[in-house]
């Protein structure tokens, strides 16, 4: 009997995100800033405003900072945030973690579904 060759949609879809995350990263700028990589908000935060266009607060810059180190990753300043590419870069590792939490708990991909 003939194996299948089709791959599960969850393959599909996990693929999508991790060969082409632009489209994400455009809706997620856009919804945290308006896409303005000058965007300070959440000024009454106790752990200080969001920043950039990611609105990244500083703890979570710091723990994403700490990860890219681990990774062989290019680590930078928080200010950096502003810096459209760095923060992107900064935010992309982000998801990825989140994306490494979800397949570890649930034993699988995350899908839209």
Do not use: C
Not at 20 to 25: A, E, G, Q, T
Not at 53 to 73: C, F
Not at 86 to 97: K, N, Q
């Amino acid at each position: 009997m003939a194996q299948s060759t089709t791959k599960p949609a969850q393959s599909v879809n996990t693929m999508t995100y991790f060969n082409d995350p632009r489209s994400l990263m455009a809706g997620l700028a856009l919804i945290e800033s308006g896409n303005n990589p000058r965007a300070i908000g959440d000024m009454l935060s106790p752990d200080g405003p969001a920043i950039g266009p990611y609105q990244i607060h500083q703890s979570a810059w710091n723990d994403i900072s700490d990860e890219r180190k681990r990774m062989g990753l290019t680590v930078h300043p928080y200010h950096s945030a502003f810096n459209e590419q760095i923060a992107g870069e900064y935010a992309l590792t982000f998801i990825h973690e989140i994306v490494q939490e979800f397949e570890l708990w649930h034993k699988a991909p995350p899908t839209p579904a």
